[in-house]
């Protein structure tokens, strides 16, 4: 494969925008626990635990990405059944506490679905979370995926770039006949399984079975076998010293994966993708998947034989495989830098990219050097620091335990003029909408407006390393995005992670 010398750079200048800051994760840690002060006022809640799950705990989130919570009834020894009945009767009572709070937003009861949910979104920085009773499975298939993305970091950038790819082009949505953000991550797994080197083991090799069956009997001795049994087959497979060792570029996995799934309308009316397997599975010859009744089926390796891409219709299907082709021919072919991020990305991301390249080559030509700008802060890989702090080489075989709620912490206070999410300053904050990403010398000029009208000098320009010049013009050092800061300015270390998912007492 010819390598296309303009993309892989564009995908990093992508990544540094996506991914999530500190201040992101803080975000979703306070609306946790304003979610624990909602819970202390209904009854039948009390005692109840609220678990995240989903995207924040596989860390695949994006920067405005939803946030998957789990209210967990029973925190003792045994693994109980809740009824989907008992299930709709206690989101209810939640929802009525949550409404009468006056925190939360756009309140949604999915009353029906296989897994009733409560859809919500956050006062505070409108954070979209969708709120379930229970929710074992998902927090299993949650801790599945951090392990996987371990055994390789591409996994986590491809399917970060790839979730934001399926969301500008409208097939990430499930309620309208698309992808959900699962499924995808299958996708990409099934891609690294298939490539060839094979980057990724089938997950058989993982997990020898469907692991959601083994949840049953004691609740921590049924998590940590599970765990350790996948910790063990994910170190044996890394040091497979007669493993052959797949160097693909970032770039050309993309490039691939778009191929590879470009004729997926044609598969999927004889083949089945099994990430368990790592092979595309004939259906008629696959008792556990008939009768067929899908447009596409993926299926679930922690829940066989569920099809996680479900909700994907024959309209859609046809429509989501003419945006895989159009979308390889292009970034195989395609050298244009702004072209290839208006295929990869929404419109609020594309436009903040072009015009940093706008400023960047302003201040080359006026400075006679480059200056390195900051995408909102996100010049300190500090999350990818975390991963790799979280679990260090040998200790695969003794992972992470299961994230517990966060420590209560003082209610953070946002002023709309410094809140990420508006669209400019001053404004009322989005309700639904991704916010428009700033570049530093954007948000600088903005704030010397601001302080001409107001009848203030105009700040100079601070000095490379200083705490403005990373992303947080105009703020004392101890704030970001005009919110007091307390954590650690560099790098999380594996003793402060524990303390910040200490449970609450």
């Known amino acids: 494969m010819n390598r296309n010398p303009v993309l892989d750079p564009t995908l990093q200048e992508i990544l540094q925008v996506v991914k999530p800051t500190r201040a992101d994760w803080d975000t979703r840690i306070t609306v946790l626990d304003q979610l624990r002060d909602v819970l202390q006022t209904v009854e039948s809640l009390r005692g109840a635990t609220v678990q995240p799950f989903g ?287 208006g295929v990869l990305t929404a419109p609020h991301i594309s436009e903040s990219l072009v015009g940093t390249a706008n400023v960047q080559n302003h201040h080359h030509h006026a400075n006679g050097a480059r200056h390195p700008h900051n995408l909102q802060g996100q010049a300190r890989p500090w999350n990818n620091q975390l991963q790799q702090n979280w679990s260090q080489s040998n200790n695969i075989q003794n992972p992470p335990s299961w994230p517990g709620p966060a420590r209560p912490r003082p209610q953070q206070k946002w002023s709309s003029q410094n809140n990420p999410r508006n669209m400019r300053q001053g404004q009322a904050p989005f309700r639904g909408q991704r916010p428009v990403v700033m570049t530093e010398a954007q948000t600088q000029q903005q704030q010397q407006k601001s302080q001409y009208k107001n009848g203030k000098q105009p700040m100079t320009n601070a000095p490379s390393g200083s705490s403005q010049s990373q992303g947080h013009i105009g703020k004392p050092p101890g704030q970001v995005n005009g919110v007091r800061f307390t954590r650690p300015a560099g790098p999380i270390s594996q003793s402060q992670r524990g303390q910040m998912w200490r449970p609450r007492r």
């Open 55 to 341: 995207s924040f705990v596989s860390n695949l989130f994006t920067r405005w990405g939803d946030l998957d919570i789990s209210v967990d009834l029973f925190s003792g020894a045994s693994i109980l059944f809740t009824g989907k009945k008992q299930k709709q009767t206690l989101l209810a009572q939640l929802l009525r506490a949550m409404r009468a709070s006056g925190l939360w937003y756009r309140l949604q009861f999915v009353i029906h679905a296989r897994v009733p949910i409560l859809k919500v979104v956050s006062g505070h920085q409108r954070i979209s979370c969708d709120i379930s009773i229970d929710n074992l499975e998902g927090l299993l298939k949650s801790r599945f995926l951090f392990w996987i993305s371990e055994i390789d970091g591409r996994f986590r950038d491809l399917v970060l770039l790839v979730k934001e790819w399926a969301k500008a082009h409208d097939i990430n949505n499930s309620k309208n006949g698309t992808f959900n953000s699962y499924s995808l991550s299958l996708l990409v797994i099934f891609h690294l399984q298939t490539c060839v080197p094979a980057i990724l083991p089938p997950l058989g090799e993982i997990y020898p079975r469907s692991a959601v069956d083994d949840l049953k009997g004691e609740r921590k001795t049924a998590e940590e076998s599970i765990a350790q049994l996948s910790a063990a087959n994910i170190a044996r497979f890394k040091s497979g010293s007669s493993r052959s060792v797949n160097r693909s570029s970032l770039s050309e996995l993309l490039v691939s994966f778009f191929a590879k799934f470009s004729d997926i309308n044609l598969k999927a009316t004889e083949l089945g993708v099994c990430p368990f397997t790592g092979r595309w599975e004939n259906i008629s010859n696959n008792t556990r998947w008939l009768p067929k009744t899908y447009s596409l089926f993926v299926e679930d390796p922690f829940e066989q034989p569920e099809n996680a891409a479900r909700s994907v219709s024959r309209k859609n299907l046809d429509r989501i495989a003419q945006v895989f082709e159009m979308t390889s021919h292009r970034l195989a072919t395609d050298s244009n830098r702004n072209s290839i991020i």
